[in-house]
């Protein structure tokens, strides 16, 4: 969406109506529930009746019941990752040159553009790396539930909410008003701890 907001802005309404995004969002969900239900289908055709009645974590690492399982599931997430870093470097870098060339001599407003494009690839890059911690998890998984736990949450911290979060949290610091606000909300919180 953003690499047709600035590289195609003619085409913005056209290409990124309500229908087509339903499209793509529905290609995206198909496309990323195939492992799961390849590993949930082999894992309930396979599994012998003991392996519906014993206690166990709900994770998807109990599912992986053989080692194909495994070795299938790394080369989708490989795939994924893959195809997804080519799709960002390629739009960014597109964008990038649109957004240098439209800022021409003025070197504030080509940093700000600059800046912006930088934390909106960072963001996206933590939320590539995500692919990867089934592996680290697994591996963990191996080694010591606890720390599996342990890194499992930090991995949803950094992973899954910081992307998310750090946006609107760095675009709401930028505004006065917002900044003003919370300035005051912590200050008289303090105050009141402090009573």
Known sequence: ERYVAICMPMRHAELCSTRSTMHCILIIHGLSSVPCIVILSTAFATASLSFYTQPMLCSVETFMLYRWQDHVR?????FYFLIMAIIILFS?????????????????SSWKGLRTVILHGFLLLLCLIQLWTPFIEGAVFQIDFMLFINVRFSSYILFALAPRCLSPLIYGLRDETFFHALKNYEFFGLYKRNV
């Open 74 to 78: 790394s080369a989708v997430h490989q």
């Open 92 to 108: 960014y870098v597109k964008i990038m040159k649109v957004a240098k060339a439209a800022s021409g001599e003025d070197k504030k």
